[in-house]
Structures are given as C-alpha cells and as structure tokens.
C-alpha cells in the first residue's frame, strides 16, 4: 500500500482542493548549494514561471535548455482558519524526474520518478489562516537505477548534460497541476472497482479503504442524478438493472458517490466518475463488453510548444477533437503516464487507452531506434544496478495502476517500451514486473509492452509475458526505406509468418510504426521524408496488417510531431507525427481517416 492516498483532488461536502497553478517562483541550483544555503526556507532571486510547464522553452540561453541537475520553486499559500483539525496536504501532479517537498523549512515528502503523483503531509507544519512558504526541490537528471533510463554526463565546461537512452526531450519541472488539499482525518484513501454483465444488467463489485473503522455507504447515480443504486459497508456488490454501459467512443458515466458515515453526519464524501464495462482478451481478441474491438489510434506525447511536457488543457482539447475527426478509438500514453485529466477526458469521449508506465531506454544506446533495428543486442539487464532500477519500475507500476484503475478508459498496461529482451537475463526481471501488475489490478486488465525490431519471433525471451503482443515496426524506415519498400514488404512479412507459426493465439496489436515526413515537403516521385512517401509508407504498412487475421489494432507513431534531443537523427524533433506540433494535418491525416472510418469496429472479428 502507498503511503499517499492517489485520489485525484475533488471538492466534496467534506473536502477541500484548491488549484496551486499560476507563478511560482524558480531558480537552477548550478553549483548544489540550495540546501547549504538554507534555500528551503526561501530560493535566492525574484525569476517566476508557470506552473505546470517545463522550464526549458521560456528562455532564450542554451544552457537552461540544457540544464541538468537541481532546481528549485517557491509558492506562497494562504491555509484557511476552518481547516484546522484537518489533514492538510500538498499535492503534485508530477515532479520530474525526483523531487524534495518542504513546507515552512521543513522537508514533509521525498518523491522517485516524474510522471506519477505524490503528497506532501503538511498537517503539523502549516501555520492556519496565515501564508505558508512551499518550497520544492526538483531533480531531472538521467540514471539506469530509475525510469526512464539514461546518463548524465559532466562537459569539459564542467556543467551537467543528460543523455536520454529514449526518443524524447528530456523536458522536466512541475509539469502537472499542484493542489492544496484539506481532507477530514478519517477518509476514503482508495476504491476498488470490478465489472460483471449479465444481459442487460451490471454487477458493480466495488472496495473502500478508508483510513478509520467508521461505516461506509455508497450510492451509485446515473448520469441524470438520479440514484440507480445503492450500498452500505466497505465491500459489496451493487445490482444495476439495465445498465448503461460504456461502449468504445460511446461513453456513459455514472457517478459513484461514497461516504464515511457517523449516524446522520458525513465524516468524509468522496466522488469517482466511472464507466460501466468488461475488457478481456479472448484467443486472438482484444473484447470490450465481450464484443470484439480492433484498435486504431496513436503513440502519443504530452509535447507542445514553449509548455513542453506541461499539461496545456487547450491541446489537449485540440488533440481529442483532432482524433475523433480521424476515426481513432485509442491511444497509449507512450512512454509515461500522462495527466490525470487526459484519463478523465478520455473516460468521457469514449477513448480506449493503453497506459504504459515510464520504463523507457532499458536497451543501452542513445539511439535505440536505430540500433535496434541493426539486431543490436546490449544485455542492459546484466548490470549489477538492476535490482535498484526493478524497485523503481515496480514502485513505478503501483503508483500507475493505483492511480488510473479506476477509469473505464484504461484497457490494457504497458510494462515496458522497447526494453532488451533477447538475453535471458531479462525474463526474471519481466516475470517480477508482469506478476505485480497482475496483483494489483483487480479487474485483471491485459498486460503488454512495446517490442523493439530485434525483438523477434526467434530472438525475443520474453513475448510470452504479453496478454496482448505490441510491436513497434519500422519496415519502410529504419529499415529498407524509400526505393528499398519492397524489400521491407518483404522481411516485414517474413517476420509475421514467423509469428504466425508461433501460434500464440494472442491477439497482436502496433504500437509503433511511421515515417519521418517534413511538412513543407512535397516531392513528385516520393522521397523519404517527403509527404508522399509517408503516404506510400502506409499503403504498404496497411497491406501487410490487413493480410494477417491475428493483428487487432494498428497505433501509428506518432500523433503529432514531439520534440527530442537535438542530433543528425532529428530535425528539430521527431516528424513522424500525422500532425505538426501545431495539430495541423499532414497529408496522410486524410488517408487514415478513410481507412480508419471505414473499419468496422469489430475488423477481422
Ligand atoms: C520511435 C525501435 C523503435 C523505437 N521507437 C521508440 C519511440 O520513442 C521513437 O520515437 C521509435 C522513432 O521514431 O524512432
């Protein structure tokens, strides 16, 4: 059980959370002084930025972009007389990559790994109906003892440099929104929720933990308000006759209301939107409701300009539109957990997603991409440091599961992305990963993770972990690009047989597979990197997936044009992106929605 109870912050009858974004203050730590310089108490300097956003796009120096190691933020909160007697916390949305909370000058919360949530207890430290100092030290540098994986190196100028081993900037600070909560000492700390249908009519089997003895009731009310039914105790089943189910791109929330209850007074009310659904996968089927689905989406990012990482509730408005326009169903959160916000939104657009946690770069090279494709092997999970990084991956994936259970848009974990899997060191390491999830989640959703090109039907040790089998491909691109296409048609085909033969009856999905297109370019015939060649890349991308019944979704790399770390590979970021940055459609945004469009929802059922 995590210390922190993971429940977004909501305002109730007995709850309070208020919004900590806005500026705050900022400043790098170059030299490791903050502690010794007693920064806790209040950071040198009068510099504010916004929060949530990553730091590294306000500035116009190359060495804050660059900026490897601590820095720090400062906010001054007003805690209200009333709330005395409560439990008063500081609650962040992410903290990347490592974080130290101290509330007056004294530390209150220590936090590993910058895409999950955290609280920081301030209830015998705040000063009530006064202002209080939040002071927070933040860390973003890269190690293969924590997700996602990479160095950090010292330049001869003597400052810090990261050096990913994943296809992403390292962007980093307080990238999600930050709350101030108050929450009666006794209270609701999580819920279990598990679905069963039966014809028209629902089981809702659902779980309180609270942090007292006290009774628990629950009410369950549709989307109307008005009560469909109702519990008592902290476990039960609730019977809802001719249920609204959530159905793919076709949601129906209810809203779970549960109380802590002392006779006729509410000691604590907590409320959780949820969706009333099955997901199981059965032979090569992938089932929602027990009706058959077939995936089409993305590889997504959290990536704009000037906010980076930070979550920008405009794009993500944007980037739902743009995907329902397309006929996408699902995304996965590559390569991290996204906010919490982009969850509840897809709860409410009917979106499918793939969480994957942040277990990215565990295949030692700075560009993976590439050298993965050359059967590069590097036995990452030899190093004596693994069992330090498998503590983080698996404290990682508590955080994940424990947070976004709950939401009937999650169908599926994602363990790993791209990891090493081709030596038999890495098979104990997945099995640990693969059985934690497992344990956690009780709806007992399919688990998988994303397999990089060398990871093939003859060489990879560990598919047999995977519910659902995730390839990320590049056939077209990384290897035998342009010209070359039909050779790729050809070993792209070549290595589905081999599947094929395995026999698995899994059903097989894409999580990655794209072109690298500019924009601005048109070329009659196609080169690489051209419009048309993106489009040529997909004909033959799409012929294959439709010749083999077992694959049951395709996730194109990636939605959007991302930013990554500069170098001959990338031309300002990566451009396989169906969409710039600036969520304006490239091309082949119209093929995909005719194909997609036209699928019916259950292809190859
Ligand atoms: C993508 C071997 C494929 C790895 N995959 C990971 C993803 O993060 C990258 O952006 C490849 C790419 O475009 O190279």
Not at 350 to 367: K, N, T, Y
Request: hydrophobic share 35%; aromatic share 12%.
């Amino acid at each position: 059980m995590l210390e922190y109870s993971m429940l977004y912050p909501r305002n109730t009858v007995s709850r309070r959370a208020v919004s900590l974004d806005g500026m705050w203050k900022f400043c790098l730590d170059e030299k490791a002084v903050g502690e010794s310089e007693n920064w806790q108490n209040g950071i040198p300097g009068q510099e504010v930025i916004p929060v949530p956003a990553s730091f590294q796009d306000f500035y116009t120096e190359k060495d804050i972009r660059e900026y490897a190691g601590d820095f720090w933020y400062e906010k001054e909160v007003f805690v209200p007389g009333e709330w005395e007697g409560q439990q008063i916390q500081v609650r962040f949305g992410a903290a990347t990559h490592r974080a130290v909370v101290y509330v007056n000058g004294i530390q209150t919360a220590e936090h590993e790994g910058g895409f999950l949530p955290f609280c920081a207890d301030a209830t015998d430290i705040v000063r009530y109906n006064a202002w209080n100092k939040v002071v927070v030290k933040v860390n973003n540098e890269l190690t293969v003892t924590n997700i996602p994986c990479g160095q950090t190196i010292t330049l001869p100028n003597g400052k810090k440099m990261c050096k990913p081993y994943f296809d992403f900037f390292n962007y980093s600070g307080l990238q999600r929104s930050v709350y101030l909560t108050a929450i009666p000492k006794e209270s609701v700390f999580d819920l279990d929720l598990n679905y069963e249908l039966d014809g028209s009519n629902a089981k809702v089997y659902y779980t309180v933990h609270t942090t007292g003895e006290s009774p628990v009731v629950v009410e369950l009310l549709d989307a109307d308000g008005t009560k469909a039914a109702e519990g008592n105790g902290k476990e039960g089943v609730l019977e809802v006759a001719d249920a609204h189910l959530w159905k793919v791109r076709n949601a129906y929330l209810y809203t779970l209301v549960v109380r802590i209850v002392d006779d006729a007074d509410i000691i604590d009310e907590y409320t959780q939107e949820i969706g009333i659904r099955t997901v199981e996968v059965k032979d090569t089927s992938i089932l929602i409701n027990g009706e058959p689905v077939y995936l089409r989406g993305f590889g997504k990012h959290e990536d704009s300009d000037i906010l980076g990482r930070g979550f920008n509730i405009g794009m993500m408005k944007r980037d739902f539109e743009l995907m329902k326009w397309i006929g996408a169903n699902s995304f996965r959160t590559s390569h991290y957990p996204y906010s919490e916000e982009i969850y509840q939104m897809a709860d409410r657009e009917g979106f499918l997603i793939i969480d994957e946690v942040p277990a990215v770069g565990l295949f030692e090279s700075l560009m993976n991409f590439m050298e993965a494709s050359t059967g590069k092997q590097t036995a990452f999970f030899e190093k004596e440091t693994t069992p330090i990084l498998l503590k983080a991956h698996l404290k990682a994936v508590e955080e994940m599961i424990t947070r976004d259970k709950n939401h009937p848009c999650v169908i599926a974990w994602s363990l790993l992305n791209e990891p090493e899997t081709t030596n038999d060191s890495a098979v104990p390491y997945f099995k640990a990963v693969f059985d934690r999830a497992h344990e956690l989640d009780i709806q007992k959703r399919p688990r998988t993770f994303a397999l990089v090109m060398n990871s093939t039907p003859d060489k990879c040790k560990c598919y047999q972990f995977s519910d659902i089998v995730a390839l990320n491909r590049y056939y077209g691109w990384y290897v035998c690009g342009g010209n070359e296409i039909c050779t790729a048609e050809v070993m792209f085909r070549k290595e589905m047989d081999g599947w094929k033969a395995l026999n698995l009856n899994k059903p097989f999905i894409f999580t990655e597979y794209g072109a690298d297109t500019l924009a601005s370019e048109h070329k009659l015939p196609s080169v690489m990197w051209s419009q048309e060649y993106q489009n040529e890349y997909l004909d033959m991308t799409h012929e294959v997936f439709d010749s083999y019944d077992f694959i049951k979704g395709e996730q194109i790399w990636n939605f959007a044009d991302f930013q990554t770390t500069e170098g001959i590979m990338r031309v300002n970021g990566n451009k396989k992106g169906v969409f710039t940055r600036q969520r304006q459609p490239k091309d082949v945004a119209y093929k995909l929605k005719q194909r997609w469009e036209s699928l019916p929802l259950d292809y190859k059922k």
